[in-house]
């Protein structure tokens, strides 16, 4: 296949994979999601998303394939010295065949996953100008990762800045609605017994 029928045809899978992303509020099921159709549309090992706490200012792992998640998750990534904080800070996306030559390398990563890190691309998931995270794919499993598959990320990767957002704020509001509601109740019978 050629790199014009594959890039057509990865296309064609991110149209349902943003019909998929658009209809799904709950965030852990989305992350899955967006770090399983990363994988599968670019042939890599394995996927991840770190997400940025503004407040703390650094990157975190929240979800990846392949990996053990209890180990991943949370673990902190610096923004200096990672392929993820470089990407975060420089708001671009990073593509590297041979990752422990680059001095960006993040070797903790890897001590604690136990899994190697040959090849990536990271880029920064964004929406109106503002950091969600970093989308990385690991490892293509034929070949270095190609123009094809960082474009088909980037597309995929404002998809789903804007879906994570979208779940974080409907979990808010539910959230909201409760705490309303908890508040009501005590209220009400205040309320009413002062009539």
């Known amino acids: 296949m ?35 159709a990363a994988a599968d549309l670019t042939d890599a090992d394995a996927a991840s998303i770190l997400l940025y706490d503004d407040a703390a200012q650094q990157l975190y ?13 949370g673990l902190v990534v610096p923004l200096e010295g990672s ?5 975060a800070v420089n708001r671009q ?16 990563v890897e001590q604690t996953t136990q899994f190697t890190t040959e090849s990536l691309i990271a880029l920064p998931l964004i929406t109106k100008d503002k950091l969600v995270g970093v989308l990385e794919v690991l490892n ?3 070949g270095p990762f190609t123009d094809t598959d960082e474009d088909l990320l980037l597309v995929l990767g404002a998809q789903a800045a804007v879906a994570i ?6 979990a808010q509001s539910d959230l909201i609605a409760e705490f309303v509601h908890e508040l009501r109740t005590p209220l009400a019978s205040i309320g009413t017994a002062t009539y």
């Not at 996306?93 to 903790?108: C, E, G, L």
């Not at 957002?165 to 409907?170: P, Q, T």
């Open 165 to 170: 957002v979208n779940a974080r704020l409907f």
């Open 83 to 87: 392929f993820a904080g470089w990407c």
């Open 2 to 36: 050629d790199d014009t029928q594959k890039r057509l045809d990865g296309y064609r899978r991110l149209i349902d994979i943003s019909r998929d992303l658009a209809s799904t509020l709950e965030l852990e099921t989305l992350l899955h999601r967006i770090i399983h």
């Open 61 to 73: 792992f929240q979800v990846a394939t392949n990996m053990d998640q209890p180990t991943m998750r």
């Open 93 to 108: 996306p990073v593509r590297i065949d041979n990752a422990h030559a680059d001095p960006r390398f993040f070797a903790k």
């Open 140 to 142: 293509k499993r034929s």
